[in-house]
C-alpha cells in the first residue's frame, strides 16, 4: 500500500496477489452492480460498484490495472476539495 499527493488528489494505492482479473475481456463490466469474475461462493459483486460510486459522488475516482494469475492494484484519488451535490429546492 501506498500514498501520495497530487494537486487535486489525495491518492491511496495498494495490490494484492490473488487471481487477477481479465481486463481485456471483463474491463467494461468491472464496475457493475452485482459483477463477480471468479466463481467464490461467498461473491456478491457490490464491493468495486459501491467504491466507485462513492468515490465518484465525492468528487474521486477509481481505477484498477490487473493481470491473471497474478494480481490486482487499485488505485482511488479523493478529491481535495470536495463538492456536494446539492438538491433544488422544489415547492
Do not use: C, W
Request: glycine share 10%; hydrophobic share 35%.
Amino acid at each position: 500500500m501506498s500514498s501520495s499527493e497530487s494537486n487535486d488528489y489525495t491518492v491511496l494505492q495498494f495490490e494484492d496477489n490473488g487471481l487477477g482479473i481479465d481486463l481485456a475481456k471483463y474491463g467494461s463490466e468491472i464496475f457493475g452492480l452485482y459483477r463477480t469474475f471468479h466463481h467464490n461462493e461467498n461473491a456478491e459483486g457490490v464491493g468495486l460498484y459501491l467504491t466507485k460510486s462513492q468515490m465518484e459522488a465525492f468528487g474521486g475516482k477509481i481505477e484498477v490495472s490487473s493481470v491473471v494469475n497474478v494480481g490486482s492494484t487499485f488505485t482511488l484519488f479523493f478529491a481535495k476539495e470536495i463538492k456536494i451535490p446539492t438538491r433544488a429546492n422544489t415547492k
